[in-house]
Structure formats: C-alpha cells, structure tokens
C-alpha cells in the first residue's frame, strides 16, 4: 500500500519573509475562528471550524523564520469521522524556498495517509486552503478563511 504523507506546494511571487509571516496568520486563510497565537516557537492554537465540533489544536515545534515551521497536533475533534482523533499526533510541516522572483512553499502533512478515514476530504480541503486562499492571502491580501 502507497504510504505517502500528504503534500502540496505554491509558487507566488511573494518574498520569504511575507510567505513566513502569512503561514503564521491562520486566520486569515485557513481558519476563521482561531484561538492561542501561531507565530512563534511553542505557540499553542487552535482552529475551529463553523459551528460542529471540529478543531484541531497545533503546538509549533520547529521554526527557522523565513525557511520553515513545523506545526504538531496535540489534540483534535474531526466530528465527521469515526476516529475522531486521526490527526493528533501528525504534523504539518511548511518550508519556503527560493524561486525565481518569489518563493516556493511545500506543506507535508505527515501522518495524513491514503489509509487513513478523513485522507480524501482533509486532501480537498489541503488543496483550497492552500492552493487558493493561502495564495490569495499572499498575491491579494485577501484569504478566503472558514
């Protein structure tokens, strides 16, 4: 069985250091309701989602500003699955690379596997989150957060 960890990447013509910063402003792509800080070493949020019971909790593990940052999950409540805690324990890591006039961010989610229950559903939402809203945030300052 294919055991590959999630992953994506965007190019934008941003620098290191906007893409750095933006990554770190959940709210404004990712998540609308957020609660604790996400900038620095340790921080500790949470993203809630509408109004089910869906959060994830973060801890920020690793981080090299304007190079990478590694979120760890402490804790989650995916209430559309029956594991409702798949993703404690994984981690979600960003690195910023040069390329041409900007930058390219890859985000691995590490632990989110095509055998795990919510892997179609968490990938679509990988791929708006980032793919559209993150790179909005980053090209026209506006996100489109949940």
């Known amino acids: 069985m294919n055991n590959q960890d999630y992953q994506c990447h965007i190019t934008t013509p941003a620098s290191a250091e906007a893409a750095f910063d933006a990554i770190g402003q959940v709210s404004g792509w990712w998540a609308k309701h957020v609660e604790g800080y996400s900038e620095s070493l340790h921080d500790v949020f949470t993203v809630r989602f509408g109004k089910d019971k869906t959060y994830v909790t973060f801890e920020i593990t690793e981080l090299i500003p304007n190079q990478r940052v590694v979120w760890l999950v402490t804790d989650c409540n995916l209430h559309w699955i029956d ?26 989610h590490h632990g989110l596997v095509p055998q795990v229950e919510c892997f179609e559903d968490c990938q679509a939402g990988w791929n708006d989150h980032i793919g559209n809203s993150l790179k909005s945030y980053l090209t026209e300052h506006v996100g489109m957060p949940v």
């Open 83 to 108: 594991n409702k805690t798949e993703w404690t324990g994984t981690s979600v890591v960003w690195e910023i690379t040069s390329a041409g006039d900007g930058v390219r961010i890859d985000m691995t």
